[in-house]
């Protein structure tokens, strides 16, 4: 980076990612372009990134902690499961096309909106939370296959992690979205470290760009906690309609 508003443009694009991530997901697609717009090598924009969503994460999780709303211990055990997949994710080569892989992703994109938008709504008295015993093991043994999908490339893992937690262990959608950012936070730190070992980050810029997500993570947290699950569903459906579209017809 060498002009100065390229530090204004990374902490402004970083609020936005920051905030839309905490509350929905799969606002990568706007920030990995950006870091390579401003000259990152793919490789490098990706493992960049994660400074950025380890910051952005953790402020999240302190965020909804400051509200009370917490879902410990069941997020620590989803979290270490996907930490391990992370490292088979962020490890993996795969040599495929990457106008495939958007479309691919767009299509599932679609299948989450209509997901989102059919499924009969879980009645509150239904809303009991399945976090122990069977629900608990198959979270695990799900939550370490999406490990290696967040290790890996990490856009759109958190519209996968709402529906999984929303509909398998019926939690509502706040606290859906506090384990969320804890589970990321956690897989984050082992997709980071093999990144920085292969010397594909670039600390300075993702700790700019760590400033705005951390800030907007904060703000996100405090404010989908007071506005509830509706608010949060709106923001989900629009996030991910924005998603399809954009990696159906354009590049990451």
């Given at each position: ?29 706007i ?15 990706n ?141 984050t ?10 010397d ?15 800030s ?37």
């Open positions: 980076m060498e002009e100065w508003w390229h530090y204004i443009l990374l902490i402004v694009v970083g609020f936005v990612v920051g905030f839309i991530n905490t509350i929905a997901g799969g606002a990568s697609v920030s990995l372009p950006i870091l390579i717009f401003l000259g990152l090598p793919p490789n490098v924009a493992g960049t990134n994660r400074i950025a969503i380890l910051v952005q994460t953790a402020m999240a999780t302190a965020g909804f902690k400051s509200k009370g709303v917490s879902t410990f211990p069941f997020n620590i055990y989803l979290g270490i499961s996907a930490l391990f997949g992370a490292i088979i994710g962020a490890k993996i080569a795969v040599d495929i096309d990457g106008d495939l892989f958007n479309k691919i992703l767009a299509i599932i994109m679609v299948g989450i909106i209509f997901v989102i938008s059919f499924m009969p709504k879980i009645k509150a008295e239904e809303l009991i939370e399945r976090t122990t015993g069977k629900h608990l093991w198959l979270g695990i043994l799900i939550f370490f296959v999406l490990g290696i999908y967040g290790g890996f490339i990490n856009i759109g893992i958190g519209f996968m992690i709402i529906l999984i937690l929303h509909f398998l262990n019926h939690m509502s959608l706040v606290r859906v979205n506090a384990t969320k950012v804890t589970v990321v936070f956690i897989y730190i082992s997709a980071l470290v093999v990144f920085a070992l292969n594909d980050v670039n600390w300075k810029v993702g700790l700019i760009l760590a400033i705005g997500n951390g907007g993570a904060w703000v996100s947290s405090r404010v989908s906690v007071g506005k509830g699950d509706g608010y949060v569903k709106k923001v989900l459906i629009i996030m991910v309609i924005v998603m399809a579209v954009k990696l159906w017809f354009f590049k990451v």
